[in-house]
């Protein structure tokens, strides 16, 4: 294989426990966002956009819809003989079989992919951000200052800079300390969890720190500090653009609604940096005689005869007449009965909301069975669940995937309530 001066090496494993009824049979990274994409779609685009066309996805927790998604890598010309989009998931090997048990962990168990490739530098990328970043100028700086690493940084809020790395630097931006979710943070420069690293420097550590029995094998919470108390160079590379951790409910839901601003913050129409996925073998939407959209996104193969307002709607969705869309995300193929109202929800796919249906209304009150994952107020309904004729939910509640009208006891669900299949949880 010819050397490659930089690889990727993304990190999809992850279960997003946070997003509760989304990733239940789907890892984070494969959870659908803003009509059309994926979540790993960003960083993926950004490494083909970067010119990096080597990428190494490390998978673990339900991997199936990923796999599926990223095939042989052909939407971002990662199709290729020499690199390309290799799938990397735990093996038996010859002695011994586990688990990845960290970040770090991830990237020993496949050193042998990355030194097929030779490359002088390598690029660790989470594969659940939502962002544009040109990876080319952050390893121009990294080369410039000659670091052993750098980290890709960016300003938050002080109020909630304890829920992220936080890197402590000097005017030069050298980093001094590393701080994990701090209580009492000294700055708020937290780390998106973007990292170049010069491989020859990064293998000998991983090595090391596989031998060390009670590392959590983890970067931030042991690469990083080993490094630097060793005394290793590194930098902070300061990102000011658009990012979001979608983790979180609301703050999926938040980024949805950030793409339909009149002039968005993120924005998926820019011609000079793309964002490639697969793309549904479809018809473009109708709108019908008695339908209406507006600030909204509607994909392909859309039917509207309701009326949609501030929403994101997904491939193959039918909006039936008389019903009405307001602040929600509906994804792919589901179906939304007449004189239904839905108000600030998440519909995963292949959902049945049966007519004069009503969701999201009542008082805001927590979910009561996981109260921290659903109390900003966002009704959510997983996969092919279906929602029966005349059913009221209210805010913060929760129907698990496959639900069917049977599994209801009744068909007014007050907020913070949870509709289970067979009354069972299974999250």
């Known amino acids: 294989m010819v050397a490659k001066e930089m690889i990727g090496l993304l990190l999809a494993g992850g279960q997003g426990s946070r997003l ?39 998978t673990q927790y339900q991997p199936l819809e990923l796999n ?31 688990w990845f048990k960290g970040t770090a962990n991830a990237v020993y168990q496949n050193i042998h992919y990355v030194d097929k490739s030779s490359p002088k530098y390598v690029i660790i990328l989470s594969g ?36 992220f790395g936080i890197m402590n ?5 050298k980093v001094f300390e590393f701080e994990e979710k701090p209580e009492e943070p000294k700055n708020n420069l937290a780390s998106m969890g973007v990292y170049i690293f010069t491989w020859d420097v990064l293998r ?22 080993m490094m630097l108390a060793e005394g290793c160079s590194m930098y902070a590379y300061e990102f000011s653009g658009y990012w979001k951790d979608v983790g979180t409910i609301q ?61 994101i709607i997904f491939p193959g969705v039918y909006i039936s007449e008389g019903a009405i869309i307001e602040d929600s995300i509906i994804m792919s193929n589901s179906v939304i009965g007449k004189n239904a109202h839905i108000v600030k929800s998440i519909l995963s796919e292949k959902v049945i909301v049966g007519e004069d249906v009503k969701i999201g209304f009542g008082e805001e009150v927590v979910n009561e069975d996981k109260p921290a994952i659903y109390y900003c107020g966002i009704t959510v309904i997983g996969e092919a669940a279906t929602i029966p004729d005349k059913a009221e939910l209210g805010k913060n509640v929760v129907v698990e995937r496959d639900v069917a009208a049977i599994d209801y006891d009744s068909l007014e669900i007050p907020s913070g309530k949870s509709i289970y299949k067979r009354g069972i949880a299974h999250e």
């Open 20 to 58: 509760g009824v989304l990733t239940n049979l789907t890892a984070k990274p494969a959870v659908p966002y803003g009509g059309k994409f994926r979540i790993i779609d960003f960083p993926l685009s950004n490494c083909i956009n970067s010119g990096i066309d080597t990428v190494g996805v490390f």
């Open 68 to 98: 599926a998604h990223i095939g042989i890598g052909k939407p971002w010309d990662l199709d290729r003989n020499n690199g390309g989009v290799t799938i990397l998931s735990p093996y038996l090997k010859a002695d011994s079989g586990e």
């Open 128 to 163: 659940d951000h939502i962002y544009k970043m040109d990876y080319s100028k952050m390893l121009d700086a990294h080369k410039k200052t000659g670091a052993d690493a750098t980290i890709s940084v960016f300003e938050v809020p002080i109020e909630e800079a304890s829920r």
């Open 169 to 173: 630097t000097d005017e030069n931006n």
């Open 204 to 225: 000998e550590y991983l090595i090391r720190d596989n031998q060390n029995p009670n590392s959590h094998n983890d970067f931030g919470k042991n690469i990083i500090p």
């Open 251 to 311: 703050a999926y839901w938040e980024s949805n609604m950030d793409l339909i601003e009149r002039v968005p913050d993120f924005n998926l129409f820019e011609r000079g940096w793309k964002i490639f996925t697969t793309n549904p073998v479809k018809p473009a939407n109708y709108i019908g005689p008695t339908g209406c959209a507006k600030k909204s996104i509607i994909a392909e193969g859309c039917m509207v005869y309701g009326t949609v307002k501030n929403s």
